[in-house]
């Protein structure tokens, strides 16, 4: 049974950081592709981030260009994305997810995902 738990997430003022994590278990980690996802209240699921399988390929969506870094470590089945300089638009419910085949792609393109942590940035 494959299981994806995000950590990390809280409340934090604009301006901060956050660390999240992902830990994945019942699958060859390095077999896939990750990504960041988050969901504010009121607003459509969008892809922060996502990572190649080795590491050497990143992407993020414009709006964290600069702030947010993602990266992987295989040996221990975990993902990560440090958040800097947060802003009170990055609230959201935030998801990892992994996909077996292809690239980066949208939310449905991806065969599994965890259940979310919550970043809230204060003003």
């Known amino acids: 049974q494959v299981q994806a738990v995000e950590s990390g997430g809280g409340l934090v003022q604009a301006g901060g950081s956050l660390r999240l994590s992902c830990t994945a278990s019942?699958?060859?980690?390095?077999?896939?592709?990750m990504g960041w996802f988050r969901q504010a209240p009121g607003k459509e699921r969008e892809g922060v981030s996502c990572i190649s399988r080795s590491g050497k390929m990143t992407s993020y969506t414009d709006s964290v260009k600069g702030r947010f870094t993602i990266s992987r470590a295989n040996a221990k089945n975990t993902l990560y994305l440090q958040m800097n300089s947060l802003k009170p638009e990055d609230t959201a419910m935030y998801y990892c997810?992994?996909?077996?085949?292809?690239?980066?792609?949208?939310?449905?393109?991806?065969?599994?995902r965890g259940q979310g942590t919550q970043v809230t940035v204060s003003s």
């Open positions: 997810a992994a996909r077996r085949f292809g690239a980066c792609g949208s939310w449905d393109e991806y065969s599994y």
């Open positions: 019942g699958l060859t980690f390095d077999d896939y592709v």
